[in-house]
């Protein structure tokens, strides 16, 4: 294999015309210099240099290998300062996938300090609700995936592929706890109470948000004792807050979700048994080595206590 370093000495030589000279302009011994012709002959397989007395010709062969050692060293260095731009975080990709409410609450806060800490360092982003985010980062579609999680890691159900029982291999950064909250219309009997049990929503119509959130919501009324009637089921949190701002049902959201949009016609109570999902920014583990995948993370941290 020919090596760089051997390439910059067949150069200098060509260039001096002979060892000394290329050992001087090069900052090297002489012997030196010699060394690495014969180990760049080796790797070539033939003759590089004719040898007449003090001076150095080139072979055909090493007039190749000089022709093409501009190019070639001139590719690594700018490939070296590339690399050394990206390390000292002066560039950089991030390829983010968040779910929606994270997008629009923790996610511009984090890329903003991000921009403004690290202008050469670009983030993308794209929206996904897990498991399919975790997919996407196991597949080599993301760099960093928003994700959450009910329970605080419960084991996963079967035929669940990506549930959270199967982030042993990655990264996990804990962003913050998510309280979920009641909605219930402005006009509902329970419209101002401090806090409301889930059973007292019994006979409710009920509006459902993601699937996965979905489930929660059949978990948590179960566990109080009832089946809720779901009439209405959206993935959009705008349309669910919609849905009861008009009267049409009650729903249990989390924190983030209601941030991100303004209940109109609708309040938020409080619901017990208290019910939280975890927010955690997800990586590789070789990925969390890279400045700039670390400076997001750090970023979506930091978000939290900004939010």
Do not use: N
Not at 58 to 83: M, N, Q, Y
Not at 199 to 205: H, K, T, V
């Amino acid at each position: 294999m020919i090596e760089a370093r051997h390439l910059r000495v067949l150069r200098a030589v060509a260039a001096t015309g002979s060892f000394s000279a290329a050992a001087r302009e090069l900052g090297c011994t002489q012997p030196a210099v010699s060394q690495q012709m014969k180990a760049l002959e080796g790797s070539a397989g033939t003759p590089l240099l004719i040898r007449t007395g003090r001076e150095m010709r080139l072979t055909e062969a090493g007039e190749v290998l000089v022709r093409h050692a501009s190019g070639i060293l001139a590719g690594l260095t700018a490939a070296e300062e590339e690399v050394a731009a990206i390390a000292g975080l002066r560039a950089g990709r991030v390829r983010l996938v968040s779910f929606p409410s994270g997008s629009s609450t923790l996610v511009p806060t984090a890329l903003a300090a991000l921009r403004a800490a690290h202008p050469g360092t670009r983030v993308s982003l794209v929206e996904a609700e897990p498991p399919r985010s975790i997919e996407m980062l196991r597949e080599g579609d993301c760099d960093v995936a928003l994700a959450f999680r009910y329970g605080g890691g419960s084991p996963a159900r079967p035929g669940d592929a990506q549930a959270e029982a199967e982030w042993d291999d990655l990264v996990v950064r804990p962003i913050l706890a998510d309280r979920l909250v009641g909605l219930v219309p402005e006009g509902h009997r329970l419209a101002g109470a401090g806090s409301v049990g889930m059973a007292e929503l019994a006979d409710e119509s009920w509006i459902a948000g993601c699937p996965r959130c979905r489930r929660q919501l059949v978990d948590v009324c179960e566990e109080a004792g009832f089946t809720p009637r779901i009439d209405f089921a959206t993935d959009d949190y705008p349309a669910v807050v919609g849905l009861v701002g008009a009267g049409l049902g009650v729903a249990v959201l989390p924190e983030l979700a209601i941030e991100s949009v303004r209940p109109r016609g609708a309040r938020t109570v409080a619901v017990e048994p208290a019910v939280e999902r975890e927010i955690v920014a997800l990586t590789l583990p070789d990925l969390a080595k890279v400045p700039a995948v670390a400076a997001t993370l750090d970023e979506l941290t930091r978000a939290a206590t900004r939010a």
